[in-house]
Nanobody, 122 residues
Framework: VQLEESGGGLVQAGGSLRLSCVAS????????MGWFRQAPGKEREFVAA????????TYADSVKGRFTISRDQAKNTVYLQMNSLKPEDTAVYYC????????????????WGQGTQVTVSS
């Protein structure tokens, strides 16, 4: 599956952004989907995941209560609503398909998007 993110940009601390990820192919509805991010000089880290049916979500502790992942099966799209943004949320955000949690913060990802930059100013 091919993934294309959009919606990144520059926002002030406390603001909101919504990222979108459009997937190609008819298999989208069968995949668990997720979002990861990578800040400069840091490793890529897990942000949020959503199972194929959309009824189970998982979040990193750092974004719980502020970010919401959702999907629209009809549009082959997964979203990441980000509220109360902080400067430490600044990173390139990557959409991920066929996401599997192996525990101990280890994830399998079948396909990655190209990433979209999110910058939060203080």
């Amino acid at each position: 599956v091919q993934l294309e993110e959009s919606g990144g940009g520059l926002v002030q601390a406390g603001g909101s952004l919504r990222l979108s990820c459009v997937a190609s192919g008819r298999t989208f509805r069968r995949y668990n989907m997720g979002w990861f991010r990578q800040a400069p000089g840091k490793e890529r880290e897990f942000v949020a995941a959503l199972n194929w049916s959309g009824d189970t979500t998982t979040y990193a502790d750092s974004v719980k209560g502020r970010f919401t992942i959702s999907r629209d099966q009809a549009k082959n799209t997964v979203y990441l609503q980000m509220n109360s943004l902080k400067p430490e949320d600044t990173a390139v955000y990557y959409c991920a398909a066929d996401v599997i949690d192996h525990g101990s913060n280890k994830w399998y990802v079948g396909s990655w998007g190209q990433g979209t930059q999110v910058t939060v100013s203080s």
